[in-house]
């Protein structure tokens, strides 16, 4: 199986891929609204601790497990911990990750939606659109989208459209960027984004910036052990983790550059939380100068972010169905786009006023859930299991092996390495979770 497995053709292309995981709807839509919400510059601080301390080891540990393995998730456990339930940790991920999916592809759905009426200056109204049916098609058109590209394969599927996307992702947060600093007022904005108030700082904003680093560098759900399964073999490890979180986090950054100022230069309040991108945003595109050519960039911005983010979520399972279960790639594609789809449904049916009642529990919506009980409790909870694994129960010399290409590459950070996922990681998560239930 392992001999057989596709390669990334290129290292660039790998890179490419990895970053496009990571980066996705995280950091373009959920990043500034979560830094809206929770004070700006004090949650922005506390997000780059927790992507530093926590994310990047994490991340690390994930992709060279996935390299080392040379399998899907739980073949990969499997290997390294036979006789043993780790395996499972390969199923828990694909679970996180169809979940995600499930309200990643309704918000995924809106972008289309308005990258498409941002053409003609006719972007709908959000609170009537969201509840009604329409957008059911364009969430079911973003899963035929992931879909005909996954039945490409490894090289000509997800590595051919991540060197032609994550290039126009740049391109467009550049443009973007450079239009919002030029807008009057735009230095309230950034002073909202850098400059810290740290009385804002309590345990739900530090919960909300360790959940946010967990759902923007999508680390701790296998998807990233699934692309590093893919990765050449000359790759060298540390320095590739901390370029795909470095560009994951400047991009997280550069979307509230383009959104924080626009926001304080029209006067509007950047605390909207998810509505921020779909109803304060079009309210300022439709004052600015060129504003449906902006909206269409800022929307096309967003639907390239999902996709290629969604990919990587979607291959997991993918590939789980083929090396595990015997599936075709064509049979396995579709059987994880219409599992995925059919949470997709749930979580849009949600938002109608025929089905709210019955699709919420407690008074959060399905798609409400979904998003708080993915990003906050189990994408941490897998990581601080990933972190045990790594840190406790893989021989050393793999990992070892794989951060130093057989000894090839220096190995000076493998001690740090270890500190930050044997201790520092585990104990962290516990201490936040444990903070966040008001247990401390």
């Known amino acids: 199986?392992?001999?057989?497995?596709?390669?990334?053709?290129?290292?660039?292309?790998?890179?490419?891929?990895?970053?496009?995981?990571?980066?996705?709807?995280?950091?373009?839509?959920?990043?500034?609204?979560?830094?809206?919400?929770n004070g700006g510059a004090a949650f922005l601080l506390i997000y780059l601790a927790c992507v530093l301390l926590l994310g990047t080891p994490l991340l690390l540990a994930e992709l060279s497990l996935g390299r080392a393995g040379r399998e899907n998730p739980c073949g990969t456990f499997r290997k390294f911990a036979p006789s043993s339930p780790w395996f499972l940790m390969g199923y828990l991920g694909a679970l996180i990750m169809l979940l995600i999916v499930g309200f990643y592809s309704v918000v995924a759905g809106w972008t289309l939606c308005y990258t498409t009426n941002s053409i003609t200056g006719q972007v709908p109204e959000f609170g009537s659109f969201s509840s009604s049916y329409g957008p059911l098609f364009w969430m079911t058109l973003f899963f035929l989208i992931n879909a005909v590209i996954l039945l490409g394969g490894v090289q000509k599927g997800i590595e051919r459209a991540s060197n032609v996307l994550m290039p126009l992702l740049a391109l467009m947060l550049v443009a973007l960027c450079v239009n919002s600093l030029l807008l009057p007022g735009a230095g309230d904005g950034l002073s909202f984004l850098f400059h810290p108030d740290f009385s804002k700082i309590d345990s739900h904003v530090i919960l909300s910036a360790m959940g946010q680093s967990f759902f923007s560098i999508s680390v701790g759900?296998?998807?990233?052990?699934?692309?590093?399964?893919?990765?050449?073999?000359?790759?060298?490890?540390?320095?590739?983790?901390?370029?795909?979180?470095?560009?994951?986090t400047l991009i997280a950054i550069l979307s509230g550059i383009i959104i924080f100022p626009a926001c304080f230069s029209f006067g509007l309040e950047?605390?909207?939380?998810?509505?921020?991108?779909?109803?304060?945003?079009?309210?300022?595109?439709?004052?600015?100068?060129g504003g449906s050519f902006w909206s269409f960039c800022f929307f096309a911005l967003l639907a390239v972010a999902a996709l290629t983010s969604s990919l990587s979520m979607l291959e997991t399972p993918t590939a789980i169905l083929q090396e595990e279960?015997?599936?075709?790639?064509?049979?396995?594609?579709?059987?994880?786009?219409?599992?995925?789809?059919?949470?997709?449904?749930?979580?849009?049916?949600?938002?109608?006023?025929?089905?709210?009642?019955?699709?919420?529990?407690?008074g959060m919506s399905v798609f409400d859930i979904f998003d708080g009980l993915t990003a906050n409790f189990l994408m941490p909870f897998s990581?601080?299991?990933?972190?045990?694994?790594?840190?406790?129960?893989?021989?050393?010399?793999?990992?070892?092996?794989?951060?130093?290409?057989?000894?090839?590459?220096?190995?000076?950070f493998i001690p740090l390495f270890y500190f930050l996922v044997r201790w520092f990681a585990p104990v962290c998560i516990l201490l936040i979770f444990l903070s966040g239930l008001g247990i401390l």
């Open 1 to 37: 199986m392992s001999k057989e497995r596709a390669i990334f053709v290129t290292k660039l292309g790998g890179i490419f891929a990895a970053v496009g995981s990571a980066v996705g709807l995280g950091n373009v839509w959920r990043f500034p609204y979560e830094t809206g919400a």
């Open 221 to 248: 759900i296998s998807c990233l052990l699934t692309y590093g399964s893919y990765l050449p073999g000359s790759t060298k490890m540390g320095r590739t983790s901390l370029s795909i979180t470095l560009l994951d």
């Open 270 to 289: 950047p605390g909207a939380g998810p509505g921020l991108a779909f109803i304060t945003l079009p309210e300022v595109f439709s004052q600015m100068a």
């Open 325 to 362: 279960f015997g599936f075709s790639r064509r049979s396995a594609v579709i059987t994880a786009s219409l599992v995925g789809w059919v949470l997709g449904i749930l979580c849009a049916l949600s938002f109608c006023p025929e089905f709210s009642a019955a699709l919420s529990i407690g």
């Open 383 to 412: 990581g601080m299991l990933m972190a045990i694994f790594v840190g406790w129960v893989l021989n050393r010399k793999v990992m070892t092996d794989t951060l130093t290409n057989q000894g090839n590459d220096s190995g000076w």
